[in-house]
């Protein structure tokens, strides 16, 4: 009871690069990423952030933030304060503190699989690759199948995570349809075959070490 919810719109910085950092908080529903913005005015996005992540995690450790955090479509969080506060009791909040160390430590691993896709995969590879676990991270939440799963990002948006342009974007997606690994059409993406997608992509889901990330479910559906 009492959690503070907020509404972000499109576009809209929940937090800004070298700024104050907002106080910690979940993303109930909505897409986010991490970004940064070269002296040249070239974005670079960092990471994406989806429902049941958590923004500012490390409280006060955090002070200033590291990087914008940008809402790609409109985004509502929840205040993680309380949470916090449970999870630096765990002898008697065992499972909030596990949640929300399993949660930091995913997002060092999926930051580790971004620096991989840019710095030793081809195009072709990076981009499945992402998609894959992007599918993989849905699931975990229950908002993906076995196979169809939300992509709301555009062209524009995986180019800036993925160092092409939109144009090549759009090439890449359509060799992967050709051949049957993967598509991603109005907003919505498809594994057509995970084997051979993850055998090109060269992508192993992670160790789930919870069913979903806090805030997913039940924040969803707190009062």
Not at 35 to 42: F, Q, W, Y
Not at 64 to 79: K, N, P, Q
């Amino acid at each position: 009871a009492g959690r503070q919810r907020r509404i972000h719109q499109a576009g809209s910085d929940l937090a800004g690069e070298g700024e104050i950092a907002p106080p910690p908080m979940f993303i109930v529903s909505g897409w986010v990423c991490r970004l940064r913005i070269s002296a040249t005015g070239r974005r670079q996005i960092l990471g994406f952030l989806l429902p049941g992540d958590g923004v500012c995690l490390r409280g006060p450790a955090e002070h200033v933030s590291a990087f914008t955090v940008c809402a790609l479509t409109t985004v509502e969080t929840v205040d993680a304060a309380a949470f916090l506060k449970m999870a630096a009791l765990p002898k008697t909040y065992p499972g909030i503190a596990l949640a929300v160390e399993g949660a930091k430590l995913q997002e060092e691993l999926f930051t580790a699989n971004q620096i991989m896709r840019l710095g030793t995969q081809t195009r072709t590879e990076r981009l499945a690759n992402l998609l894959l676990e992007l599918h993989w991270r849905q699931q975990q939440t229950g908002l993906a199948d076995a196979h169809a799963f939300p992509m709301p990002l555009t062209r524009e948006t995986l180019a800036d995570a993925l160092g092409m342009s939109a144009s090549r974007i759009n090439l890449e997606l359509g060799w992967l349809r050709a051949r049957n690994m993967l598509s991603v059409r109005y907003q919505r993406g498809e594994v057509l075959s995970r084997t051979a997608a993850e055998r090109l992509a060269g992508f192993t889901a992670p160790e789930a070490r919870f069913s979903a990330p806090p805030g997913s479910s039940s924040l969803s559906t707190a009062s």
